[in-house]
């Protein structure tokens, strides 16, 4: 008895841990529109520091959407995002210095053709967030060293593998030692033999605690490598739980119908 004891103060004690997680993001009621198509119809949900989260949903289920409302390049139409303690919602935000806060990296490789791997790296951090060149020289190879490709610095994106560009857009992202990093389906327009080894960089990433936010149609790196599954449905969230519980457990009729697709 002595040891369910011990054992239930245990959980008990991880549990107020997590609960102590600081939120890194929080949106609270988010809607936008595109004219009189409203995509998203008020949409809450948090991510807590080192947490991955899957966001899954059908195409046009206004992932992408919801991931420019948080990197400010749409404005919501109502409701507020918060990324730590700022409102970067409230029009008098600093929206460069909002942005400089997440990194991400998009479907497309959007990897400058005419640039070698380190100025596509590094022409960010020096023009954008005024990172010292020698600096950002440094950090770039070191991240590139990380992931086994500091000797492609000099190449060029068309000298690289689909899944090696993505992986240098995701270091591009990481310059900046980002609060949140957003990934938007970057595996969707891989060949899918290239498609293992962005999914493993990202759950590398995981390890080292970096806090994810990816929209993606990997459902068995969902349930395998997320913390939480959040579903958009209908511009609503139809389930935030963890990925047994929404992935193998729910008993909402939409969302087995969503991930019988999957099967
Ligand atoms: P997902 O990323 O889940 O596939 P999107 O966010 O790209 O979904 O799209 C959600 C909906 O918003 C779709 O109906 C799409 O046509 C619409 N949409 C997206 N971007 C725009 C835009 N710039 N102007 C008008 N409609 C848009
Ligand atoms: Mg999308």
């Known amino acids: 008895q002595q040891e369910t004891q011990e054992k239930t103060a245990m959980s008990e004690s991880k549990q107020a841990d997590s609960q102590q997680l600081q939120t890194v993001l929080r949106l609270d009621q988010v809607r936008k529109s595109y004219g009189s198509n409203a995509v998203l119809r008020g949409i809450s949900f948090q ?6 989260v899957a966001l899954l949903g059908p195409s046009g289920s206004g992932k992408s959407t919801l991931m ?8 919501v139409n109502d409701g507020q995002i918060w990324l730590g303690d700022t409102d970067i919602t409230n029009p008098t935000v600093n929206r460069d210095h909002c942005r400089s806060r997440i990194g ?8 400058f053709p005419h640039m070698n791997v380190l100025k596509n790296v590094t022409l960010g951090a020096i023009k954008v967030h005024n990172m ?3 600096e950002a020289n440094d950090k770039a190879l070191e991240l590139l060293d990380r992931i086994g490709m500091r000797a ?9 593998s689909g899944g ?14 980002p609060e949140l990093l957003l ?4 595996t969707s327009a ?8 962005v999914l493993e960089m990202v759950a590398e990433l995981k390890t080292k605690g970096t806090t994810i936010l990816m929209a993606t149609h990997e459902m068995s790196f969902a349930h395998d490598a997320a913390d939480r599954i959040v579903l958009l449905l209908n511009g609503k969230i139809a389930e935030n739980g963890s990925p047994r519980e929404v992935m193998d457990e729910s008993q909402n009729p939409q969302t087995i119908e969503f991930f019988s697709h999957f099967r």
């Open 68 to 75: 420019k409302c948080i990197n400010l390049l749409e404005e």
């Open 152 to 160: 492609k610095a000099s190449s060029y994106p068309d000298q690289l």
């Open 190 to 197: 891989l060949d899918p033999m290239l498609v293992g080894e």
């Open 104 to 111: 991400v990296v998009f479907q497309q490789f959007n990897l």
């Open 47 to 52: 991510v807590r520091a080192h947490e991955t």
């Open 183 to 186: 990934l938007d389906e970057i």
């Open 132 to 134: 010292p060149k020698d």
């Open 164 to 177: 090696q560009q993505q992986r240098v857009a995701i270091v591009r992202a990481l310059m900046c030692d």
